[in-house]
């Protein structure tokens, strides 16, 4: 069975840092791109930070030189560490994982997805 289990979510005041992890299970993902999502109310889902299979990392603009992409295969744990947390960064984070090409916008119905964890940041 396919399971994505993101942790490490919370509350935290600006400024202040979070380490997301996700605990993958029920395939092969060493195959995949792997990627943090978020969606805060009332807004679209966006890409935050993505892995290609080599190890290649992408980021949004918004989140670049803050937030940090990467995955211990040996864990089979993809984290998300995230510094200097903007009230902006609020919104429910989402681990994914699909199968090359590895761009934000290949993620999609056919991706696996985890369920989310909460961060909340305050000024």
């Known amino acids: 069975q396919v399971q994505l289990a993101e942790s490490g979510g919370g509350s935290q005041q600006a400024g202040g840092s979070l380490r997301l992890s996700c605990e993958i299970s029920g395939f092969n993902y060493e195959n995949y791109c792997m990627a943090w999502f978020r969606q805060a109310p009332g807004k679209e889902r966006e890409g935050v930070a993505a892995?290609?299979?080599?190890?290649?990392?992408n980021y949004r603009d918004s989140v670049s030189g803050r937030f940090t992409i990467s995955r211990d295969n040996a864990k089979r744990t993809l984290y998300l560490q995230m510094d200097s947390l903007k009230p902006e960064d609020t919104a429910m984070y989402y681990c994914?994982?699909?199968?090359?090409?590895?761009?934000?916008?290949?993620?999609?119905?056919?991706?696996?997805w985890g369920q989310g964890t909460q961060v909340t940041v305050s000024s």
């Open positions: 892995l290609d299979r080599d190890g290649g990392a």
């Open positions: 994914a994982a699909t199968y090359p090409p590895c761009g934000f916008s290949d993620y999609d119905v056919l991706s696996y």
